[in-house]
């Protein structure tokens, strides 16, 4: 679908002016792009961004083509900030629909180890965990259900756990719980704070210091969501919550250095799972390419990144 807004082939539109979306970390790259897509589609959208100016900017963008999107400053890893977001959308809108959580960091230029996992966490991690939690009890009723989208990333599938342990943990979807995936993080920040690496057993220290807090971050993240879409699955017809997390692929944004597919196609997969209908929704599960991929292996994870061709003169 490079170059174009996303449309679903089904004929059963259930959204409309009044559905309101939140969508964090929208004010570049792939999150601006499913804002876009999503207000082109009608929907009223929040625009959210850590950085108030930048995100003010981005909106002013999008409304000069028309569309219908909102601000509000959010940073994810402030309680703080999540509950002001909160109690503005209660405020304003009386709920939402939608809540897309884009937002995210591959790396952190802290010297100091754990500090560094740990911002990476906070971020991709308890930011989308803690913002889904606080805006929970704010999901409308709805027919065709709320939808839940965490983008996440192939660098959080389970074959990256090298400790069988904690990849047969992670991968036990009927015992899998919030304390499971605290646990391993613990562990995760205590090699950290030692210098060993008992869970990812990555292949050298080099990647282990270039990958291992994103790869950790996302399997939790992959694990959040198992956990909360198995949660949420008993609700009555008419208060559904589907939770998906979906890969965007090596997408051409200043996080993947510029190197990829267009930002189209990265967001398409996520604005395809917000627009399904009601009755071709599943939940709990990792998309890439519009495809349930599983959590244990993709093998696209493992081929390299081809590097840019340098231009003929």
Not at 11 to 35: L, Q
Not at 78 to 93: C, H, R, V
Not at 217 to 246: P, Q, W, Y
Not at 278 to 289: D, H, P, Y
Request: glycine fraction near 8%.
């Amino acid at each position: 679908m490079t170059g174009t807004t996303a449309h679903v082939e089904s004929p059963s539109r259930w959204w409309s002016k009044d559905t309101i979306a939140v969508v964090t970390g929208g004010n570049k790259g792939i999150g601006f792009e499913i804002v876009r897509q999503l207000a082109s589609q009608g929907i009223t959208t929040i625009l959210t961004a850590r950085d108030e100016s930048r995100g003010l900017q981005a909106l002013s963008a999008l409304k000069e083509d028309g569309l219908d999107v909102l601000f509000h400053q959010l940073d994810v890893t402030n309680s703080k900030s999540i509950g002001k977001l909160a109690t503005w959308i209660k405020a304003e809108f009386g709920g939402l629909d939608i809540l897309v959580n884009n937002a995210g960091v591959a790396w952190s230029s802290l010297p100091d180890k754990v500090l560094a996992a740990k911002e990476v966490l906070d971020t991709n991690y308890y930011g989308v965990k803690n913002l889904t939690h606080a805006l929970l009890p704010l999901f409308r009723p709805s027919a065709a259900g709320s939808r839940v989208i965490n983008v996440s990333s192939m660098a959080g599938q389970l074959a990256a756990v090298g400790n069988d342990k904690w990849k047969q943990q992670l991968n036990d979807e009927e015992n899998l719980n919030e304390a499971v995936i605290e646990s391993f993080i613990k562990v995760y920040l205590k090699d950290r704070a030692e210098g060993t690496d008992t869970v990812l057993l990555m292949p050298s220290q080099e990647l282990l210091e270039t990958y291992g807090n994103y790869i950790a971050s996302k399997a939790a993240c992959n694990a959040h969501t198992r956990v909360m879409a198995r949660d949420l699955a008993n609700r009555k017809e008419g208060e559904k919550i589907f939770v998906n997390c979906m890969c965007p692929g090596v997408t051409n944004t200043g996080m993947s250095h510029n190197r990829g597919h267009s930002v189209e196609e990265g967001a398409d997969t996520a604005v395809w799972l917000v627009l399904l209908p009601a009755s071709e929704c599943v939940t709990g599960k990792f998309f890439l390419k519009r495809t349930d991929r599983g959590f244990l292996y993709i093998e696209e994870a493992h081929a390299p990144i081809a590097q840019p061709k340098i231009p003929q003169k």
